[in-house]
């Protein structure tokens, strides 16, 4: 897990249980965006979402 720009980001490993591999939450605990893709790197700036897919 990470905060960048005021997000929360959590990355879960592949082996997870979890549905989603990756989910970005606001200040308020609500979930922007959740995917069921591997993620191997999120970065958050200016306003943008820029992920990295873990083929």
């Not at 989910?23 to 965006?33: R, T």
């Amino acid at each position: 897990m990470e905060i960048q720009n005021g997000y929360l980001n959590a990355i879960f490993k592949k082996e997870s249980e979890s549905p989603y591999k990756m989910m970005i939450i606001d200040k308020n605990g609500q979930i922007l965006y959740k995917t069921m893709e591997n993620i191997l790197l999120v970065r958050i700036e200016n306003g943008k979402v820029i992920l990295v897919k873990d083929n």
